[in-house]
């Protein structure tokens, strides 16, 4: 915060200024409201001498009393009437309404750039939940839904980083050299790093290797989708070598939460630069660093399915297993051949941490994770431990004859991330048919029942995972 909650005056939310609040009404308002003032007080005495004169004339046939014609009404004053964003400064508590994207809290001045792609990124979630809402039958519709989210995540992205080098060019020194004109350098990573250079500041700093990929990958996609109905040309296979010339490009909606959160940690990078808080350094791009460390395996793994692994484990969005993207992968690992690549994943498959279905193609076999992944990776790499999440779930249900998975989470109050791999330990000890086989977005299931023989096996788990 850059003043206390309360200081008297207004932040200004788009150029950070601030000022008394009577500086922030137009002077246009001001002489309106006189205005609309004055025909109130006039048809105010109108009214008040019509009522007093009202009855002068009431029992005499001699006079008559007509009352003269009203004034006309005011001339309607312009008002806004386009959408209001309303936000809730996670610093200060202020709620308030913006139009557009704003920069600043009005009340405390801390930077809210990152509050305002928060609700992007909910915005775009809640389209990505309405495509997976939709049956077989639609599946076109959900298709088309996807990819209207997936452009709106660089459609925000591209737009706050706009807004963020504009207010910098804004308060540079007078006399600065003239900034030639931003077109979509923002689409483009290198680019935008360009951009960014005048200020020795580079918003995509804190992101590792793979997720520069990723996100370049992404952003490749959404030229696709944007400006090739989704139909994979030559330069997009070339980013994704998957991708099949002349097809349509996949689409996963995981990929797209995984997109947008990529993209909220960049601009929570930017905040901190409009605060003038200290940012954290730079990650490491070394070419050394990309290669896996022969001293970071996990069990039996070689130093190159231990990396994949990892990678698997940091990059998923709610631990719930699901097919790899192939191109995303290859993307992460530019330093690992396609053969080494395959090898690696075969490495996973032999101790079951995922499953691979071979192409006719000759290509990467096609992966799913399963959970036994989390299991191992996620105390290396999130910091938490499925088993240790599992024992506080287990108290919860052991006295039910159903689970609501939903509701379950809700009373964990662990994040998804967790609750997911923790759950998928319980569920893996309910007998077959009690376990719904309904979709459920983002759950393992929506519900399960639980009988006696369930109870044993949830107890004799609980006891496995305390030695």
């Known amino acids: 915060m850059k003043y206390p909650p309360g200081t008297p005056g207004t932040v200004c939310p788009y150029s950070g200024i601030r000022a008394d609040d009577a500086e922030f009404t137009h002077p246009d308002d001001r002489k309106a409201a006189a205005k609309i003032v004055k025909h109130a007080a006039l048809q105010d005495m109108q009214d008040a001498v019509s009522d007093m004169l009202a ?9 008559t009393y007509q009352p003269a014609t009203r004034s006309s009404k005011p001339r309607p004053r312009f008002g806004r009437r386009d959408l209001m964003r309303l936000l809730v400064c996670d610093c200060c508590g202020r709620d308030y309404g913006v139009f557009a994207i704003a920069l600043f809290c009005p009340d405390c001045g801390a930077p809210n750039l990152a509050l305002h792609f928060a609700r992007e990124a909910e915005l775009v979630g809640q389209q990505v939940d309405l495509a997976e809402s939709q049956s077989k039958e639609h599946q076109e519709l959900a298709y ?12 925000a992205f591209e737009a706050t980083l706009k807004v963020a080098y504009a207010y910098r060019v804004e308060n540079r020194p007078l006399g600065s050299p003239v900034v030639k004109a931003i077109g979509n350098d923002f689409q483009n990573i290198e680019k935008g790093r360009r951009r960014f250079e005048e200020f020795s500041f580079d918003p995509f700093a804190e992101l590792e290797t793979g997720e520069l990929a990723i996100l370049s990958l992404n952003i490749q996609k959404r030229h696709l989708i944007g400006h090739n109905l989704g139909v994979v040309d030559a330069k997009f296979a070339q980013h994704a070598r998957e991708a099949r010339l002349g097809e349509t490009v996949e689409l996963v909606a995981a990929d797209i939460r995984a997109f947008a959160a990529l993209c909220r940690k960049v601009v929570r990078r930017i905040d901190d630069m409009l605060g003038d808080v200290p940012l954290p350094p730079p990650v490491d791009q070394t070419e050394e660093d990309a290669m896996p460390s022969k001293t970071e395996t996990v069990g039996d793994l070689t130093p190159e399915g231990s990396a994949v692994g990892k990678w698997i484990c940091k990059t998923s969005v709610d631990g719930l297993p699901w097919h790899l993207d192939e191109g995303a992968l290859i993307a992460a690992f530019p330093n690992l051949s396609t053969d080494q690549l395959g090898e690696a994943l075969a490495d996973l498959a032999e101790d079951d941490y995922v499953n691979l279905t071979h192409t006719i ?15 191992t990776f996620d105390p290396i790499c999130v910091e938490s431990d499925p088993a240790s999440d599992a024992l506080q779930l287990i108290p919860l249900i052991r006295d039910k004859d159903s689970v609501d998975v939903p509701a379950l989470h809700a009373e964990s109050t662990m994040p998804l991330r967790r609750f997911n791999p923790a759950i998928a330990m319980i569920i893996a000890e309910i007998g077959e048919g009690r376990v719904s086989g309904a979709w459920c977005e983002h759950y393992p299931t929506p519900y399960f029942l639980i009988v006696d023989s369930d109870r044993v ?8 995972l305390r030695e």
């Open 144 to 155: 088309r839904l996807l990819g209207n989210a997936h452009e709106d995540v660089l459609t």
């Open 457 to 464: 096996a949830i107890k004799r788990l609980a006891g496995r």
């Open 55 to 63: 009855s002068v004339a009431r029992g005499s046939k001699s006079i």
């Open 361 to 375: 193609s000759g290509r990467l076999p096609r992966v799913h994770v399963r959970e036994d992944l989390f299991l």
